[in-house]
């Protein structure tokens, strides 16, 4: 089994330091929910774990199989096992799903990834593609549709739902993928999550409001403020919280 271990990271952004000496053990098979009013960093984190070069690394270690992913460049980090849907998916035009989706297998897992120089055979790909749209009760028109072009907030979060279910990753962090859906749409990406949950994946859900929570059940709930993390529980934290708010947990 792995496990995602975050220790003492500290990132700033544009010389200002946001995540001060941050903490995190995540197994497999668990679901982490992160929450905390915003400007407290979640973002920040799951950008900083993705390698994303504005954010930079003062300190810590992020550790995964043995390997210290701050020291992999971001695509390292995604044949790794680490996979991160943001808060805003950004639209590719004249690239449909499925060549965006077979790209992105191939360059996480197949030849491009290990060096062989073997690509996914497209049949291949078509069946697993297949087999994940049904898991995820996609509609088979979907893989056809532009990448993100004229996408709902919904359609947007399931293609990065369907993307993160064929690259199975060993751990995903999905950044707010409850902000701006309707509960329609909630329901759908959260089913997704729920399908792909299991022994071999481990999940980082951020989100600011507990709602999503009412879908995704979490393991544990941790509170981040101000680049921290200052309260760790189990469900009942996320309770709490949509009861008295940040602002009691902050004062206490
Ligand atoms: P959260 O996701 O919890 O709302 P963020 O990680 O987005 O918090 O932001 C943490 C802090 O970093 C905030 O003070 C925010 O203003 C700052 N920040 C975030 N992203 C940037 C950026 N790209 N450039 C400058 N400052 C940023
Ligand atoms: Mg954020």
């Avoid at 792995?2 to 500290?10: A, E, F, P, V």
């Avoid at 507990?210 to 993390?229: A, C, E, S, T």
Wanted: hydrophobic share 40%.
């Amino acid at each position: 089994m792995s496990s995602l271990s975050i220790k003492n990271l500290r990132v700033s952004i544009e010389d200002k330091l946001i995540l001060k000496d941050l903490s995190l053990e995540v197994n497999q098979g668990e679901i982490h929910a992160i929450m905390g009013p915003n400007g407290s960093g979640k973002s920040t984190m799951a950008y900083a774990l993705a390698g994303h070069p504005k954010y930079e690394v003062e300190g810590g270690e992020v550790w995964m199989d043995g390997v210290n992913l701050l020291e992999l460049a971001p695509d390292e980090r995604a044949r790794m096992g680490l996979f991160l849907a943001f808060q805003y998916p950004t639209a590719i035009p004249g690239i449909s799903m499925a060549n965006f989706l077979r790209s992105a297998v191939n360059a996480v897992k197949g030849g491009n990834g290990n060096g062989n120089g073997h690509s996914i055979p497209i049949v291949e790909f078509r069946k697993m593609l297949t087999e994940k749209m049904e898991l995820l009760r996609i509609d088979k028109t979907f893989a056809r549709r532009y990448l993100n072009e004229g996408f709902s907030g919904g359609e947007k979060k399931r293609a990065e739902i369907l993307q993160m279910a064929l690259l199975e990753p060993k751990f995903a962090i999905l950044d707010e993928t409850d902000s701006g859906l309707d509960i329609d749409a909630l329901k759908i990406v959260s089913e997704g999550v729920n399908a792909l949950t299991g022994p071999d994946r481990g999940f980082i859900v951020i989100t600011h409001y507990q709602r999503i929570l009412n879908y995704i059940k979490p393991d544990f709930v941790h509170v981040m403020y101000d680049g921290q993390i200052i309260a760790s529980g189990g469900p009942e934290l996320a309770e709490q919280l949509e009861q008295q708010g940040y602002d009691h947990l902050l004062k206490a």
